[in-house]
Protein backbone atom coordinates (compact mmCIF):
# COMPACT_ATOMS: atom_id res chain seq x y z
CA UNK A 1 0.00 0.00 0.00
CA UNK A 2 1.70 3.23 -1.06
CA UNK A 3 -0.08 6.12 1.05
CA UNK A 4 -0.18 9.46 -1.10
CA UNK A 5 -0.86 12.77 -0.08
CA UNK A 6 -1.56 16.11 -1.45
CA UNK A 7 -4.40 16.80 -3.44
CA UNK A 8 -6.70 14.37 -5.28
CA UNK A 9 -5.23 12.32 -7.99
CA UNK A 10 -7.88 12.47 -10.06
CA UNK A 11 -9.26 15.68 -11.56
CA UNK A 12 -12.70 16.95 -11.40
CA UNK A 13 -15.05 16.43 -14.03
CA UNK A 14 -14.96 18.44 -17.15
CA UNK A 15 -19.23 19.23 -17.86
CA UNK A 16 -19.82 19.33 -13.95
CA UNK A 17 -23.47 21.39 -13.40
CA UNK A 18 -22.58 23.97 -11.29
CA UNK A 19 -25.56 23.52 -9.58
CA UNK A 20 -24.77 20.35 -8.89
CA UNK A 21 -22.34 19.31 -5.59
CA UNK A 22 -19.51 16.99 -7.31
CA UNK A 23 -17.24 14.80 -5.67
CA UNK A 24 -14.08 12.85 -6.92
CA UNK A 25 -16.02 9.66 -5.44
CA UNK A 26 -19.14 8.56 -3.78
CA UNK A 27 -19.61 5.97 -1.30
CA UNK A 28 -23.26 4.58 -0.64
CA UNK A 29 -23.19 3.06 3.12
CA UNK A 30 -21.19 3.79 5.79
CA UNK A 31 -20.76 0.08 7.08
CA UNK A 32 -17.27 -1.90 7.24
CA UNK A 33 -17.29 -2.33 3.67
CA UNK A 34 -18.25 1.84 2.83
CA UNK A 35 -15.57 2.48 5.45
CA UNK A 36 -12.98 0.41 3.61
CA UNK A 37 -13.48 1.79 0.73
CA UNK A 38 -12.99 5.48 2.18
CA UNK A 39 -9.43 4.47 4.02
CA UNK A 40 -8.35 2.97 0.52
CA UNK A 41 -9.38 6.27 -1.33
CA UNK A 42 -7.62 8.32 1.04
CA UNK A 43 -4.67 5.99 1.10
CA UNK A 44 -4.75 6.94 -2.80
CA UNK A 45 -4.71 10.17 -2.43
CA UNK A 46 -8.64 10.86 -3.68
CA UNK A 47 -9.41 12.96 -0.62
CA UNK A 48 -12.64 14.38 -2.03
CA UNK A 49 -15.57 12.08 -1.78
CA UNK A 50 -18.88 11.86 0.38
CA UNK A 51 -20.17 8.87 1.80
CA UNK A 52 -23.98 8.65 2.20
CA UNK A 53 -26.54 6.25 4.34
CA UNK A 54 -29.70 5.95 4.71
CA UNK A 55 -29.72 5.81 8.27
CA UNK A 56 -28.74 8.36 11.20
CA UNK A 57 -25.09 6.75 11.94
CA UNK A 58 -22.33 4.75 10.83
CA UNK A 59 -21.83 1.42 11.07
CA UNK A 60 -24.52 -0.61 9.08
CA UNK A 61 -25.55 -3.71 9.95
CA UNK A 62 -23.87 -2.82 13.33
CA UNK A 63 -25.86 -0.29 13.96
CA UNK A 64 -29.38 -1.62 12.46
CA UNK A 65 -28.97 -4.73 14.48
CA UNK A 66 -29.44 -4.34 18.01
CA UNK A 67 -31.89 -7.21 18.92
CA UNK A 68 -31.17 -8.95 22.23
CA UNK A 69 -28.37 -11.81 21.90
CA UNK A 70 -26.86 -10.16 19.19
CA UNK A 71 -22.92 -11.41 18.60
CA UNK A 72 -21.04 -11.87 15.93
CA UNK A 73 -20.56 -15.20 14.90
CA UNK A 74 -17.01 -14.98 13.67
CA UNK A 75 -14.23 -14.82 16.20
CA UNK A 76 -13.57 -11.28 16.85
CA UNK A 77 -9.98 -11.04 15.92
CA UNK A 78 -11.11 -12.48 12.73
CA UNK A 79 -14.08 -10.29 12.32
CA UNK A 80 -12.19 -7.01 12.19
CA UNK A 81 -9.96 -5.09 9.55
CA UNK A 82 -5.87 -6.69 9.94
CA UNK A 83 -4.84 -3.01 9.60
CA UNK A 84 -6.98 -2.34 13.10
CA UNK A 85 -6.75 -4.86 15.27
CA UNK A 86 -8.91 -4.23 18.65
CA UNK A 87 -7.33 -5.70 21.64
CA UNK A 88 -10.14 -5.35 23.65
CA UNK A 89 -13.13 -7.14 22.62
CA UNK A 90 -14.67 -8.49 26.07
CA UNK A 91 -15.35 -12.07 24.33
CA UNK A 92 -14.10 -14.68 21.61
CA UNK A 93 -17.29 -13.72 19.85
CA UNK A 94 -18.07 -10.30 20.45
CA UNK A 95 -21.16 -8.66 21.64
CA UNK A 96 -22.75 -6.15 18.74
CA UNK A 97 -22.85 -3.31 20.68
CA UNK A 98 -18.86 -3.86 20.61
CA UNK A 99 -18.63 -3.97 17.13
CA UNK A 100 -20.99 -0.71 16.41
CA UNK A 101 -17.74 0.84 19.28
CA UNK A 102 -15.13 -0.80 16.77
CA UNK A 103 -17.00 0.78 13.79
CA UNK A 104 -16.79 4.46 15.36
CA UNK A 105 -13.74 3.96 16.58
CA UNK A 106 -12.27 3.15 13.12
CA UNK A 107 -14.49 6.36 11.79
CA UNK A 108 -12.74 8.25 14.30
CA UNK A 109 -9.44 7.32 13.70
CA UNK A 110 -8.97 7.15 10.15
CA UNK A 111 -11.33 11.02 9.39
CA UNK A 112 -13.75 9.33 8.16
CA UNK A 113 -17.01 10.84 9.63
CA UNK A 114 -16.52 14.18 8.67
CA UNK A 115 -17.12 12.81 4.97
CA UNK A 116 -20.45 10.79 6.03
CA UNK A 117 -23.72 12.11 5.46
CA UNK A 118 -26.34 10.74 7.06
CA UNK A 119 -30.35 10.09 6.85
CA UNK A 120 -29.23 10.53 2.94
CA UNK A 121 -31.50 7.97 1.06
CA UNK A 122 -29.83 6.83 -2.69
CA UNK A 123 -32.72 6.24 -4.77
CA UNK A 124 -30.63 5.62 -8.26
CA UNK A 125 -27.30 6.50 -9.98
CA UNK A 126 -26.63 7.02 -13.92
CA UNK A 127 -23.32 7.02 -15.58
CA UNK A 128 -23.42 10.55 -17.86
CA UNK A 129 -20.96 9.33 -21.14
CA UNK A 130 -20.65 12.87 -22.36
CA UNK A 131 -19.54 14.38 -18.10
CA UNK A 132 -18.06 11.00 -17.49
CA UNK A 133 -19.24 10.80 -14.14
CA UNK A 134 -22.02 9.63 -12.32
CA UNK A 135 -25.14 11.31 -11.81
CA UNK A 136 -26.38 10.08 -8.21
CA UNK A 137 -29.97 10.59 -7.00
CA UNK A 138 -31.48 11.55 -3.62
CA UNK A 139 -34.60 10.89 -1.60
CA UNK A 140 -36.23 14.69 -2.05
CA UNK A 141 -34.61 15.84 -5.39
CA UNK A 142 -30.87 16.70 -4.92
CA UNK A 143 -28.48 15.02 -7.25
CA UNK A 144 -25.12 14.78 -7.02
CA UNK A 145 -21.94 14.13 -8.97
CA UNK A 146 -18.72 11.93 -8.89
CA UNK A 147 -16.28 10.56 -11.54
CA UNK A 148 -16.23 7.43 -9.31
CA UNK A 149 -19.46 5.79 -7.78
CA UNK A 150 -18.55 2.96 -4.96
CA UNK A 151 -21.67 1.24 -3.82
CA UNK A 152 -21.34 -0.68 -0.56
CA UNK A 153 -24.76 -0.99 0.44
CA UNK A 154 -24.35 -4.42 2.27
CA UNK A 155 -25.64 -8.45 1.65
CA UNK A 156 -28.18 -8.24 4.08
CA UNK A 157 -29.63 -4.72 4.28
CA UNK A 158 -33.19 -4.61 3.39
CA UNK A 159 -35.58 -6.88 5.87
CA UNK A 160 -37.74 -8.83 4.64
CA UNK A 161 -41.31 -9.27 5.99
CA UNK A 162 -42.69 -12.64 5.34
CA UNK A 163 -45.51 -12.86 2.36
CA UNK A 164 -47.74 -14.51 4.96
CA UNK A 165 -51.35 -14.25 4.82
CA UNK A 166 -53.24 -11.47 7.33
CA UNK A 167 -49.11 -10.24 8.17
CA UNK A 168 -50.59 -6.48 8.10
CA UNK A 169 -53.39 -7.15 9.59
CA UNK A 170 -51.67 -8.34 13.16
CA UNK A 171 -53.37 -6.05 15.53
CA UNK A 172 -50.51 -6.63 18.55
CA UNK A 173 -46.63 -5.39 18.37
CA UNK A 174 -44.95 -6.58 15.53
CA UNK A 175 -40.58 -6.35 15.81
CA UNK A 176 -38.37 -7.21 12.68
CA UNK A 177 -35.19 -8.14 14.18
CA UNK A 178 -33.59 -5.60 12.00
CA UNK A 179 -35.71 -2.77 13.91
CA UNK A 180 -35.73 -3.75 17.82
CA UNK A 181 -37.67 -1.68 19.97
CA UNK A 182 -35.88 -1.72 23.04
CA UNK A 183 -38.75 0.39 24.44
CA UNK A 184 -41.41 -2.55 24.33
CA UNK A 185 -41.30 -4.83 27.62
CA UNK A 186 -41.52 -7.96 26.42
CA UNK A 187 -41.71 -9.33 30.26
CA UNK A 188 -45.37 -11.51 30.45
CA UNK A 189 -45.83 -11.54 26.60
CA UNK A 190 -47.34 -14.45 24.65
CA UNK A 191 -44.86 -14.00 22.04
CA UNK A 192 -44.44 -15.97 18.35
CA UNK A 193 -40.84 -15.78 16.11
CA UNK A 194 -41.03 -16.87 12.48
CA UNK A 195 -37.40 -17.77 11.67
CA UNK A 196 -34.67 -19.99 12.66
CA UNK A 197 -31.98 -18.33 11.25
CA UNK A 198 -28.85 -17.26 12.68
CA UNK A 199 -30.61 -14.63 13.62
CA UNK A 200 -33.22 -16.79 15.23
CA UNK A 201 -31.12 -18.68 16.92
CA UNK A 202 -29.15 -15.54 19.05
CA UNK A 203 -32.71 -14.18 19.48
CA UNK A 204 -34.80 -17.24 20.56
CA UNK A 205 -33.20 -18.06 23.79
CA UNK A 206 -32.90 -14.61 24.71
CA UNK A 207 -36.85 -14.09 24.49
CA UNK A 208 -37.05 -17.14 26.19
CA UNK A 209 -35.92 -15.63 29.31
CA UNK A 210 -38.22 -12.49 28.69
CA UNK A 211 -41.91 -13.85 27.75
CA UNK A 212 -44.46 -16.03 29.20
CA UNK A 213 -45.03 -18.05 26.40
CA UNK A 214 -43.38 -18.49 22.96
CA UNK A 215 -43.92 -20.04 19.85
CA UNK A 216 -41.21 -20.99 17.46
CA UNK A 217 -42.56 -21.05 13.78
CA UNK A 218 -39.54 -23.22 12.24
CA UNK A 219 -40.07 -23.66 8.52
CA UNK A 220 -36.30 -25.41 8.05
CA UNK A 221 -34.60 -26.37 10.50
CA UNK A 222 -30.74 -25.00 11.09
CA UNK A 223 -27.40 -26.70 11.51
CA UNK A 224 -25.89 -25.77 14.97
CA UNK A 225 -22.43 -26.45 16.16
CA UNK A 226 -20.98 -26.07 20.01
CA UNK A 227 -19.86 -21.95 20.22
CA UNK A 228 -16.17 -21.68 22.04
CA UNK A 229 -17.26 -18.63 23.43
CA UNK A 230 -15.91 -16.86 26.98
CA UNK A 231 -14.67 -13.73 28.13
CA UNK A 232 -11.15 -13.08 27.12
CA UNK A 233 -9.02 -12.61 30.16
CA UNK A 234 -7.77 -9.13 31.04
CA UNK A 235 -4.50 -10.12 31.01
CA UNK A 236 -4.55 -11.40 27.51
CA UNK A 237 -6.21 -8.27 26.51
CA UNK A 238 -3.14 -6.42 27.55
CA UNK A 239 -0.71 -8.68 26.11
CA UNK A 240 -3.30 -8.17 22.53
CA UNK A 241 -2.15 -4.43 23.23
CA UNK A 242 1.25 -4.47 24.08
CA UNK A 243 2.55 -6.86 22.05
CA UNK A 244 0.22 -7.09 18.60
CA UNK A 245 1.97 -9.98 16.82
CA UNK A 246 0.33 -12.06 20.14
CA UNK A 247 -3.01 -11.14 18.83
CA UNK A 248 -2.16 -11.47 14.83
CA UNK A 249 -0.96 -15.03 15.83
CA UNK A 250 -4.31 -15.58 17.18
CA UNK A 251 -5.84 -14.06 13.64
CA UNK A 252 -3.81 -16.42 11.70
CA UNK A 253 -4.76 -19.26 13.25
CA UNK A 254 -8.64 -18.61 13.61
CA UNK A 255 -8.09 -17.59 10.08
CA UNK A 256 -6.77 -20.91 8.86
CA UNK A 257 -9.14 -23.04 10.54
CA UNK A 258 -12.06 -21.15 9.34
CA UNK A 259 -10.44 -21.68 5.65
CA UNK A 260 -9.77 -25.41 5.75
CA UNK A 261 -13.59 -25.49 6.73
CA UNK A 262 -14.79 -23.55 3.64
CA UNK A 263 -12.08 -25.54 1.36
CA UNK A 264 -13.51 -28.94 2.47
CA UNK A 265 -16.66 -28.94 3.77
CA UNK A 266 -18.07 -26.11 1.20
CA UNK A 267 -15.53 -25.47 -2.13
CA UNK A 268 -14.61 -28.94 -2.36
CA UNK A 269 -16.87 -31.01 -1.55
CA UNK A 270 -16.75 -33.57 -4.17
CA UNK A 271 -12.70 -34.25 -3.15
CA UNK A 272 -13.35 -33.56 0.78
CA UNK A 273 -16.90 -34.48 2.18
CA UNK A 274 -15.65 -35.79 4.85
CA UNK A 275 -14.79 -32.22 6.63
CA UNK A 276 -18.54 -31.39 5.90
CA UNK A 277 -20.01 -35.08 7.39
CA UNK A 278 -17.52 -34.39 10.19
CA UNK A 279 -19.66 -30.72 10.80
CA UNK A 280 -22.72 -32.74 10.41
CA UNK A 281 -22.01 -35.67 12.61
CA UNK A 282 -20.89 -32.79 15.40
CA UNK A 283 -23.86 -30.94 15.01
CA UNK A 284 -25.98 -34.08 15.58
CA UNK A 285 -24.22 -35.05 18.32
CA UNK A 286 -24.62 -31.17 20.18
CA UNK A 287 -28.29 -31.81 19.60
CA UNK A 288 -28.51 -35.25 20.93
CA UNK A 289 -26.45 -34.19 24.10
CA UNK A 290 -29.14 -31.52 24.68
CA UNK A 291 -32.00 -32.31 23.81
CA UNK A 292 -33.56 -36.30 24.90
CA UNK A 293 -36.49 -35.99 23.36
CA UNK A 294 -36.31 -38.29 19.83
CA UNK A 295 -39.49 -35.95 18.63
CA UNK A 296 -38.59 -33.01 19.55
CA UNK A 297 -34.35 -33.86 18.12
CA UNK A 298 -35.99 -35.11 14.85
CA UNK A 299 -38.02 -31.54 14.17
CA UNK A 300 -34.49 -29.82 15.10
CA UNK A 301 -32.48 -31.62 12.47
CA UNK A 302 -31.50 -30.63 8.93
CA UNK A 303 -32.45 -33.03 6.00
CA UNK A 304 -29.95 -31.10 3.64
CA UNK A 305 -26.31 -31.34 3.36
CA UNK A 306 -23.83 -28.89 6.32
CA UNK A 307 -22.73 -25.99 4.39
CA UNK A 308 -26.35 -25.72 1.90
CA UNK A 309 -26.60 -22.60 3.62
CA UNK A 310 -24.76 -20.39 6.25
CA UNK A 311 -24.75 -22.77 9.70
CA UNK A 312 -24.05 -21.30 12.90
CA UNK A 313 -22.62 -21.78 16.56
CA UNK A 314 -24.76 -21.80 19.83
CA UNK A 315 -24.83 -23.79 23.12
CA UNK A 316 -28.22 -22.26 24.36
CA UNK A 317 -30.75 -22.65 21.43
CA UNK A 318 -31.65 -26.34 21.58
CA UNK A 319 -32.16 -26.41 25.32
CA UNK A 320 -34.12 -23.37 25.30
CA UNK A 321 -37.13 -25.82 23.27
CA UNK A 322 -36.87 -28.16 26.24
CA UNK A 323 -38.17 -25.33 27.85
CA UNK A 324 -42.07 -25.76 29.71
CA UNK A 325 -43.13 -22.42 28.03
CA UNK A 326 -41.02 -23.07 24.53
CA UNK A 327 -42.68 -24.46 21.47
CA UNK A 328 -41.76 -25.68 18.51
CA UNK A 329 -44.36 -25.29 15.55
CA UNK A 330 -42.87 -27.17 12.75
CA UNK A 331 -46.46 -27.11 10.54
CA UNK A 332 -46.12 -24.23 8.01
CA UNK A 333 -48.13 -20.75 8.51
CA UNK A 334 -51.77 -20.83 6.64
CA UNK A 335 -52.50 -17.10 7.89
CA UNK A 336 -51.58 -14.77 10.83
CA UNK A 337 -55.34 -13.63 12.01
CA UNK A 338 -55.13 -10.18 14.29
CA UNK A 339 -54.73 -11.98 17.35
CA UNK A 340 -52.66 -14.78 16.53
CA UNK A 341 -51.34 -17.15 13.91
CA UNK A 342 -53.02 -20.50 12.40
CA UNK A 343 -51.50 -22.95 10.86
CA UNK A 344 -52.25 -25.48 7.83
CA UNK A 345 -53.99 -28.12 10.28
CA UNK A 346 -56.44 -25.26 11.43
CA UNK A 347 -54.67 -24.67 14.72
CA UNK A 348 -54.20 -20.80 16.24
CA UNK A 349 -52.34 -19.79 18.23
CA UNK A 350 -53.16 -16.43 20.45
CA UNK A 351 -50.41 -14.44 20.58
CA UNK A 352 -49.59 -10.63 21.35
CA UNK A 353 -46.06 -9.91 20.20
CA UNK A 354 -44.70 -11.18 16.82
CA UNK A 355 -41.38 -11.24 16.41
CA UNK A 356 -39.84 -11.47 12.84
CA UNK A 357 -36.30 -13.36 12.67
CA UNK A 358 -37.19 -13.62 8.99
CA UNK A 359 -34.06 -12.66 7.05
CA UNK A 360 -33.55 -10.06 4.15
CA UNK A 361 -34.34 -9.60 0.59
CA UNK A 362 -31.60 -10.61 -1.06
CA UNK A 363 -31.31 -11.50 -4.87
CA UNK A 364 -34.85 -9.78 -4.88
CA UNK A 365 -33.77 -6.40 -4.10
CA UNK A 366 -30.24 -6.22 -2.73
CA UNK A 367 -28.59 -7.00 -6.36
CA UNK A 368 -28.43 -4.12 -6.46
CA UNK A 369 -29.78 -2.39 -3.61
CA UNK A 370 -30.51 1.01 -6.03
CA UNK A 371 -31.46 1.26 -9.53
CA UNK A 372 -27.78 1.75 -11.43
CA UNK A 373 -28.08 2.57 -15.01
CA UNK A 374 -24.50 2.28 -16.74
CA UNK A 375 -24.01 2.96 -20.53
CA UNK A 376 -26.14 2.96 -23.14
CA UNK A 377 -28.39 2.60 -20.91
CA UNK A 378 -28.12 -0.43 -19.47
CA UNK A 379 -29.37 -1.22 -15.91
CA UNK A 380 -27.49 -3.44 -14.05
CA UNK A 381 -30.77 -5.19 -11.76
CA UNK A 382 -32.38 -5.62 -14.82
CA UNK A 383 -29.29 -7.16 -16.93
CA UNK A 384 -28.09 -9.22 -14.34
CA UNK A 385 -32.11 -10.49 -13.91
CA UNK A 386 -32.32 -11.31 -17.67
CA UNK A 387 -28.71 -13.26 -18.35
CA UNK A 388 -26.86 -14.15 -14.86
CA UNK A 389 -25.62 -12.37 -11.72
CA UNK A 390 -21.74 -11.58 -12.58
CA UNK A 391 -18.84 -8.97 -11.75
CA UNK A 392 -15.70 -9.06 -12.48
CA UNK A 393 -13.64 -10.50 -9.48
CA UNK A 394 -16.78 -9.47 -7.60
CA UNK A 395 -16.50 -5.68 -8.01
CA UNK A 396 -16.81 -4.58 -11.21
CA UNK A 397 -19.19 -4.98 -14.24
CA UNK A 398 -19.09 -4.06 -17.92
CA UNK A 399 -20.94 -1.61 -19.82
CA UNK A 400 -20.54 0.51 -15.44
CA UNK A 401 -17.50 2.78 -16.11
CA UNK A 402 -15.97 3.96 -12.76
CA UNK A 403 -18.22 2.04 -10.86
CA UNK A 404 -17.38 -0.72 -7.93
CA UNK A 405 -19.96 -2.28 -6.77
CA UNK A 406 -18.74 -4.24 -3.40
CA UNK A 407 -21.51 -6.13 -2.77
CA UNK A 408 -22.07 -7.92 -5.64
CA UNK A 409 -22.08 -11.87 -6.87
CA UNK A 410 -19.14 -13.65 -6.53
CA UNK A 411 -17.93 -10.88 -4.05
CA UNK A 412 -17.88 -12.75 -0.78
CA UNK A 413 -15.00 -14.78 -0.06
CA UNK A 414 -13.83 -16.35 2.87
CA UNK A 415 -16.57 -16.76 6.05
CA UNK A 416 -15.08 -13.17 7.39
CA UNK A 417 -16.74 -10.04 5.55
CA UNK A 418 -13.53 -8.35 6.28
CA UNK A 419 -11.57 -10.72 4.04
CA UNK A 420 -13.87 -9.39 1.12
CA UNK A 421 -13.54 -5.54 2.56
CA UNK A 422 -9.75 -6.29 2.40
CA UNK A 423 -9.36 -8.13 -0.96
CA UNK A 424 -11.34 -5.25 -2.70
CA UNK A 425 -9.62 -2.85 -1.13
CA UNK A 426 -6.32 -4.32 -2.93
CA UNK A 427 -7.97 -4.40 -6.36
CA UNK A 428 -8.83 -0.75 -5.72
CA UNK A 429 -5.27 -0.20 -5.09
CA UNK A 430 -4.12 -2.39 -8.69
CA UNK A 431 -6.95 -0.77 -10.45
CA UNK A 432 -6.37 3.16 -9.48
CA UNK A 433 -2.64 2.77 -9.16
CA UNK A 434 -2.64 1.63 -12.91
CA UNK A 435 -5.32 4.56 -13.98
CA UNK A 436 -2.51 6.91 -12.60
CA UNK A 437 0.24 5.31 -14.28
CA UNK A 438 -1.67 5.73 -17.71
CA UNK A 439 -2.99 9.46 -16.42
CA UNK A 440 -6.63 8.15 -16.73
CA UNK A 441 -9.75 8.76 -15.03
CA UNK A 442 -11.74 6.47 -16.26
CA UNK A 443 -12.09 2.96 -16.41
CA UNK A 444 -14.08 -0.24 -17.36
CA UNK A 445 -13.84 -3.88 -17.32
CA UNK A 446 -14.05 -5.66 -20.35
CA UNK A 447 -16.60 -7.95 -21.53
CA UNK A 448 -13.94 -10.91 -22.51
CA UNK A 449 -12.52 -10.65 -18.68
CA UNK A 450 -15.87 -10.90 -17.44
CA UNK A 451 -17.30 -13.44 -19.05
CA UNK A 452 -13.70 -15.43 -18.75
CA UNK A 453 -13.99 -14.57 -14.86
CA UNK A 454 -18.29 -16.08 -15.00
CA UNK A 455 -16.93 -19.11 -16.88
CA UNK A 456 -14.02 -19.47 -14.47
CA UNK A 457 -16.58 -18.96 -11.33
CA UNK A 458 -19.37 -21.55 -12.91
CA UNK A 459 -16.44 -24.50 -13.35
CA UNK A 460 -15.29 -23.74 -9.70
CA UNK A 461 -18.62 -24.25 -8.01
CA UNK A 462 -18.86 -27.73 -9.63
CA UNK A 463 -17.01 -29.44 -7.03
CA UNK A 464 -18.89 -27.32 -4.02
CA UNK A 465 -21.26 -28.34 -1.61
CA UNK A 466 -23.75 -25.99 -3.41
CA UNK A 467 -23.91 -28.65 -6.41
CA UNK A 468 -22.58 -32.03 -4.89
CA UNK A 469 -24.77 -32.22 -1.97
CA UNK A 470 -28.46 -32.22 -0.98
CA UNK A 471 -29.10 -28.46 -1.03
CA UNK A 472 -32.57 -28.60 -2.19
CA UNK A 473 -34.84 -28.62 1.22
CA UNK A 474 -32.11 -25.99 2.46
CA UNK A 475 -34.13 -22.96 0.70
CA UNK A 476 -30.57 -20.84 1.23
CA UNK A 477 -29.65 -17.66 0.78
CA UNK A 478 -26.79 -18.64 -1.12
CA UNK A 479 -28.74 -19.79 -4.71
CA UNK A 480 -30.24 -16.96 -6.35
CA UNK A 481 -33.68 -17.23 -8.81
CA UNK A 482 -31.86 -18.63 -11.31
CA UNK A 483 -30.61 -21.73 -9.27
CA UNK A 484 -27.40 -20.68 -9.32
CA UNK A 485 -25.16 -20.17 -5.84
CA UNK A 486 -23.72 -17.09 -6.83
CA UNK A 487 -22.80 -15.25 -3.82
CA UNK A 488 -19.83 -16.80 -2.41
CA UNK A 489 -16.79 -16.86 -4.57
CA UNK A 490 -15.25 -20.52 -4.91
CA UNK A 491 -11.78 -19.45 -3.70
CA UNK A 492 -10.00 -19.55 -0.51
CA UNK A 493 -9.14 -16.32 0.99
CA UNK A 494 -5.46 -16.65 0.24
CA UNK A 495 -6.23 -16.89 -3.71
CA UNK A 496 -8.67 -13.99 -3.45
CA UNK A 497 -6.34 -11.76 -2.11
CA UNK A 498 -3.47 -12.54 -4.65
CA UNK A 499 -5.93 -12.50 -7.28
CA UNK A 500 -7.07 -8.27 -5.91
CA UNK A 501 -3.13 -7.81 -6.60
CA UNK A 502 -2.28 -9.46 -9.47
CA UNK A 503 -5.42 -9.08 -12.30
CA UNK A 504 -4.54 -8.79 -15.93
CA UNK A 505 -4.69 -4.98 -15.96
CA UNK A 506 -5.91 -5.70 -19.77
CA UNK A 507 -8.97 -6.62 -17.69
CA UNK A 508 -9.87 -2.92 -18.04
CA UNK A 509 -9.97 -0.79 -20.47
CA UNK A 510 -9.22 3.21 -19.74
CA UNK A 511 -9.77 6.43 -20.50
CA UNK A 512 -9.26 9.84 -19.70
CA UNK A 513 -11.70 12.26 -20.23
CA UNK A 514 -12.38 13.36 -23.86
CA UNK A 515 -9.81 11.89 -24.93
CA UNK A 516 -10.03 7.70 -24.94
CA UNK A 517 -6.76 5.84 -24.69
CA UNK A 518 -6.07 2.40 -25.67
CA UNK A 519 -7.18 -0.09 -23.15
P1 LIG B 1 -32.08 -16.02 7.32
O1 LIG B 1 -30.90 -16.85 7.52
O2 LIG B 1 -32.48 -15.68 5.94
O3 LIG B 1 -33.28 -16.72 8.09
C1 LIG B 1 -34.60 -16.28 7.94
C2 LIG B 1 -35.50 -17.27 8.61
O4 LIG B 1 -36.85 -16.84 8.44
C3 LIG B 1 -35.41 -18.66 8.01
O5 LIG B 1 -35.55 -19.60 9.03
C4 LIG B 1 -36.60 -18.68 7.05
O6 LIG B 1 -37.07 -19.96 6.78
C5 LIG B 1 -37.61 -17.89 7.85
N1 LIG B 1 -38.64 -17.34 7.00
C6 LIG B 1 -38.53 -16.35 6.09
N2 LIG B 1 -39.70 -16.13 5.48
C7 LIG B 1 -40.57 -17.02 6.02
C8 LIG B 1 -41.95 -17.31 5.79
N3 LIG B 1 -42.65 -16.63 4.89
N4 LIG B 1 -42.51 -18.28 6.53
C9 LIG B 1 -41.80 -18.97 7.43
N5 LIG B 1 -40.50 -18.75 7.69
C10 LIG B 1 -39.90 -17.79 6.98
O7 LIG B 1 -31.94 -14.61 8.09
P2 LIG B 1 -31.17 -14.29 9.44
O8 LIG B 1 -31.41 -15.31 10.45
O9 LIG B 1 -31.49 -12.88 9.77
O10 LIG B 1 -29.66 -14.42 9.05
C11 LIG B 1 -29.18 -13.89 7.84
C12 LIG B 1 -27.67 -13.92 7.84
O11 LIG B 1 -27.19 -12.85 8.63
C13 LIG B 1 -27.02 -15.13 8.43
O12 LIG B 1 -26.95 -16.19 7.56
C14 LIG B 1 -25.66 -14.63 8.79
O13 LIG B 1 -24.82 -14.62 7.68
C15 LIG B 1 -25.98 -13.22 9.18
N6 LIG B 1 -26.09 -13.10 10.62
C16 LIG B 1 -24.96 -12.93 11.31
C17 LIG B 1 -25.03 -12.80 12.65
C18 LIG B 1 -23.79 -12.56 13.40
O14 LIG B 1 -22.71 -12.51 12.90
N7 LIG B 1 -23.92 -12.36 14.62
C19 LIG B 1 -26.22 -12.87 13.33
C20 LIG B 1 -27.37 -13.04 12.61
C21 LIG B 1 -27.30 -13.13 11.24
P3 LIG B 1 -36.48 -20.78 5.53
O15 LIG B 1 -35.08 -21.14 5.93
O16 LIG B 1 -37.38 -21.91 5.39
O17 LIG B 1 -36.50 -19.84 4.36
Not at 20 to 32: N, P, V
Not at 201 to 214: G, N, S
Request: glycine share 8%; net charge neutral.
Amino acid sequence: MTPTSGPSAVKPALGTEPDREHHDAIIIGAGFGGMGAGIQLDRLGIRDYVILDREDDLGGTWHVNHYPGLAVDIASVTYSYSFEPNPYWSRLFAPGAELKRYAQHVAEKYDLRRRMRFGTTVTGARWDDDAHHWAVHLAGGETLTATYLITATGFLSQPKKPDIDGVDDFAGKVIHSADWDHDYDLTGRRAAVIGTGATGVQLIPELATRVAELTVYQRTPIWVVPKLDGPIPRPLRRLFARLPITQRAARVANSALLEALTFTGVLHYRQARLGALGAELLARAHLRRQVKDPELRRKLTPRYSFGCKRPTFSNDYFPTFTRPHVHLETESIARIEPDGIVTADGRKTEIDTLVLATGFDLWETNFPAIEIIGREGRDLGKWWRDTRFQAYEGITVPHFPNLLSLNSPYAYTGLSYFWTIEAQMRHMERLFGELRRRGADTFEVTKEANDAFLARMTDDLADSVFYQGNCGPARSYYFNPHGEAALLRPATVLAGRREAGSFPLDDYTYAARHTETAG
